[in-house]
Structures are given as C-alpha cells and as structure tokens.
C-alpha cells in the first residue's frame, strides 16, 4: 500500500470496524506471529484487523523519519487508503506510542485504543533516548554488521524473565524478525526512538472522551508498569490490566477481543 512517499506491506482481515495494529520498534507483522502473544489467528472476522509493517520495518527500506509522531500520521494515512474515517488504533510498544500519536493528531477519528506495554514517557524518557545513542555509538566503534549481529543475538532479552522461564521459546520467536534487519535500518529506527516522546500531559486532555485499553507487564525496563499506570491516570475512560505472570499474559488477546468488540458495538 502506497502510504506518502512510502510502500509498507498491510494485512486485512474481517469486516466492520477497523481495527488498525501497529508493532513495537524493531518488530514486524512476522516477527509478532512468530510470538504469538497476541493470537491474531482468533480474531474476531466481526472487525476488520488491520496490521502492518510499520516504515523502516519489515521488507522495508531503512527510513529516516522513523519519529512516534511521523508513525502515528502513517496510521492515519493507512485508514484513509483503506477507506475509514473511524477507526479503533491500537500498537505493543512503539505501536502504542504510533496509536496514541494518531489519536491526538486526529481525536474525532479514533474511536477506542489498545494501548499494550507503553514504553518509558516525560521523565524517563531521556535515560532510554542515552540508551539508544549509545547503542548507535557502539555501532559505529564495533562495526555495523557485528553490531547487527550482537542485536539480534540478544532480542529475546528484552522480555521479562518471569515470562521466558515459563514459556522460553519465546527468546527464539523475538529474535526472528530482528534476524533480517541491517544494521542501517537498526540505527535509523533507534535515532528515530531516541528523538521521540509523547507531547506534555496537558496534551492528552484531547483525548479525554476516548475509551481506552491499557496492558502493561511488570519486569520490563524498556516498558515501566509507571507508564501504563500514568497513561490511565491521564485517559479518565480508560481500564488498565497488568500482568504479573505467564497466566497474565494468556489472558491478554481475550481482553484485546472483549474491548474492541464492546467499542464496535457501541457504534
């Protein structure tokens, strides 16, 4: 699909309300299938599950503007060559931040979000921005395709140790999308990540009418229970769920399925 100045790769299934899915940073429509956390294969056909691989990502070519915002106006972008003016965003990590920046670009468009595992936001946000310059720092010491190499060995690490000891492997599905990315892409995507936040609090007032899902897990620097429990202190029509264990975390897609059907309903 022909988005801007760009073609991303875009899946649709079902009919009804779109629900549009954005992925976490450095991930891909693959790389989350091979997770399967989210088991998209039991969607609802009721709605119509949009998912894509977002710009840099995927089979696509590195791109410099990789920022949350620029993300968010390609969400937007997506349901306009779709044809849908309303749509339910939603997004895991970087996705989240996609959906969230769609919502505020565009308030009256989104009629719900599922915002799974924000990433770290406002305070924390520039000890994770030194984190990624300084993965861009070693990169340029050690030599691009080491670099790419020492990423991708070290994916599965990202998620909680509670949740790789019940269920370990997941260490392998997380490497399989990271596999197939260079090292350009890689450093244009964290350049990109360590230029974003979201806009100040006061900002998120837009969206004050908006219903939203929140999902956050515990054990997981890169995305702090304080963000999920922030952005619900902020979204006053919001429920927020946090998974502490395996057993958590498999009640997950349930509640992606029970909101966004309970937001198409609605309508």
């Known amino acids: 699909m022909r988005i801007g100045d ?11 309300v779109p629900f549009i899915w954005a992925h976490g940073l450095m991930s891909s429509m693959d790389a989350e299938d091979a997770l399967d956390i989210l088991q ?4 609802p056909a009721s709605l119509r599950l949009v998912r894509y691989d977002a710009r840099g990502h995927g089979a696509g070519a590195p791109c410099a503007q990789a920022s949350w915002s620029q993300l968010g106006q390609d969400m937007l972008a997506i349901a306009d060559a779709i044809g849908d003016r309303s749509f339910i965003a939603g997004g895991w990590s970087m996705g989240c931040a996609s959906a969230l920046y769609a919502a505020l670009h565009a308030p009256a468009r989104v009629a719900g979000l599922v915002l799974i595992l924000p990433p770290t936001l ?3 946000r520039a000890a994770q921005a030194a984190l990624y310059r300084r993965a861009i720092a070693l990169a340029a010491a050690m030599g691009e395709a080491r670099f790419a190499r020492l990423i991708a060995s070290d994916a599965g690490g990202a998620l909680p140790s509670w949740l790789l000891k019940a269920a370990p492997h997941l260490a392998t599905a997380a490497r399989h999308g990271v596999r197939r990315m260079s090292a350009p892409a890689m450093l244009a995507l964290f350049e990109g990540a360590a230029a974003s936040d979201l806009p100040p609090r006061a900002a998120l007032a837009a969206l004050a009418a908006t219903p939203a ?3 956050g897990w515990s054990g997981d ?3 702090p229970l ?3 429990q922030e952005l619900h202190r ?5 429920s927020l769920f946090l998974a502490h264990d395996h057993h958590d975390v498999l009640a997950i897609p349930a509640r992606v399925r029970q909101f966004t059907q309970g937001i198409a309903a609605a309508r």
């Open 6 to 16: 760009l073609d991303l790769d875009v899946r649709s299934a079902g009919s009804g």
């Open 40 to 43: 998209w294969q039991h969607f």
């Open 122 to 124: 406002w305070e924390v």
């Open 213 to 215: 899902l929140i999902v």
């Open 221 to 223: 620097p890169s995305h």
């Open 226 to 228: 304080a963000s999920a």
């Open 234 to 238: 902020l979204l006053p029509r919001s």
